[in-house]
């Protein structure tokens, strides 16, 4: 950490320091006033995230939209986010990330009160066009905050945030989509963008003026920096392949489950306010995952974690039978406790393992690997049930789901999240000799 501009010899001290108070206080999240603000900050904008897609996407079936149409909405945000993540990763490694923040939230906001003040007038495929554009505002963002709360917390305290910053995207996936289930179905369409335009504008008005003084590393030219972040994905085989199978998993298990599931809903199990139920049934199984994996560090976090994610097959495998209301939300929030509890072990794996002044690269390339494949999973669900109809294509996702996950852990490494060496030698040599740093076994408060 330090001031803008110093050096990795100034973060390394800081972060000694960090450590160092860490062995003779007990540190709390609740001590942690920076992490805390970039945290409040952040929950207004998720909960509008997940506002935002519900909205649009029950706007499309009102308005008598296809399969197609809905695609076209939620591929919108995962074309950008595709595009625009690598990017977000680049600037998060050389300007203020608390600035990315602030920007990201008010264009947002920006975008959707356009959307607003002419949604009458703008037909389907335009919507695309605004879920584009949000996409690529939290595609900036999101290498931003995680790359950031390394600087902001010991390292004893990392499976915690993670874990609370976790808990409000799933909080907000529940909530966002009962609340905008429920607004779309009481009062209509626009005072659920109302309500995403308040809360974007909220998150800026927080993050305002919250100082980031993370070191940068050197600066160099775009494509140099994006290949430094790929050498170190690539010297890391257990990296290269967990982000293979969530890749496969997103095209395969999420993108025909997200895409049928408004028309499922509305055909079998009752109508929107089941969609809406179906969707937070998602966030509320990730919850207690989140309380788990943030006081749990197993001995060998990635066989926990891959194996229990092979469960998210039953998503598509609830959609294809079809279940009753019940059974299908109970499959969506197992599907969710299995994600929540791989993502924080994972995430805290790499912030350990990757040397600060490449993290946010990394980042970036793990969120784009995983949602490559996924604009092509949405443009392929459409033409893929008219060929062999719902029922194939979700049983196909769902075996395809289970089989890249479980292939995971014969890749050396995989099973501890670490590589082969550090998962033997001193962790000190994981960030680039910041001994009092990251990668130690045992230092989390149980």
């Known amino acids: 950490m330090g001031d803008k501009g110093t050096g990795p010899v100034d973060e390394a001290a800081v972060r000694t320091a960090m450590a160092a108070t860490s062995l003779t206080t007990v540190p709390t999240l609740r001590t942690q006033s920076r992490f805390l603000r970039v945290w409040g900050s952040q929950s207004a904008g998720s909960l509008a995230d997940q506002i935002l897609p519900v909205a649009l996407s029950l706007y499309a079936v009102d308005r008598g939209g296809s399969a197609g149409d809905i695609a076209a909405i939620l591929g919108g945000r995962a074309v950008a986010l595709v595009i625009c993540l690598l990017a977000g990763g680049l600037l998060a490694d050389r300007i203020s990330r608390t600035r990315i923040l602030l920007v990201a939230d008010v264009v ?216 009753p209301l019940p059974f299908t939300a109970a499959c969506f929030a197992l599907g969710g406790f299995t994600v929540e509890l791989y993502f924080i072990h994972w995430i805290s794996a790499l912030q350990r393992a990757i040397p600060s002044a490449a993290l946010g690269k990394v980042l970036a390339l793990d969120q784009l690997s995983a949602y490559a494949l996924l604009p092509v999973g949405y443009a392929l669900t459409g033409p893929a049930v008219a060929a062999i109809g719902e029922r194939p294509t979700l049983l196909v996702g769902a075996t395809l789901t289970a089989i890249a996950t479980a292939a ?12 082969p060496v550090d998962a033997i030698a001193a962790p000190s040599q994981v960030r680039g000799g910041d001994e009092h740093g990251a990668g130690r076994e045992g230092t989390d408060a149980p």
Do not use: K
């Open 108 to 323: 947002r906001a920006v975008v959707v009160l356009a959307a607003l003040l002419t949604l009458g007038r703008l037909p389907l495929a335009a919507l695309a066009v605004v879920t584009g554009v949000c996409g690529a505002a939290e595609a900036l963002s999101r290498p931003a905050l995680r790359s950031l709360i390394p600087a902001l917390l010991p390292d004893s305290l990392l499976e915690r945030g993670n874990a609370l910053v976790s808990a409000v995207h799933r909080g907000s996936t529940m909530l966002g989509a009962l609340v905008g289930a429920a607004l779309v179905t009481a009062i209509g369409t626009s005072a659920a963008l109302g309500a995403v335009t308040l809360l974007f504008a909220v998150g800026a008005v927080a993050i305002a003026g919250t100082p980031d003084t993370t070191a940068r590393g050197p600066a160099g030219g775009v494509l140099a920096d994006a290949a430094a972040g790929l050498r170190e994905v690539r010297r890391r085989p257990w990296v290269v392949a967990v982000m293979s199978a969530v890749a496969v998993q997103l095209f395969a298990g999420t993108a025909p489950a997200l895409v049928l599931l408004p028309l499922t809903a509305d055909r079998d199990l009752g109508g929107e306010l089941a969609y809406g139920i179906v969707l937070a049934s998602f966030a509320a199984g990730a919850l207690p995952a989140i309380a788990l994996a943030g006081r749990w560090r197993p001995g060998s976090p990635g066989t926990v974690s891959m194996l229990s994610l092979t469960a998210y097959a039953a998503l598509p495998l609830s959609l294809a039978i079809p279940l």
């Open 408 to 419: 995971t852990l014969v890749v050396p490494g995989v099973s501890r999240f670490a590589d």
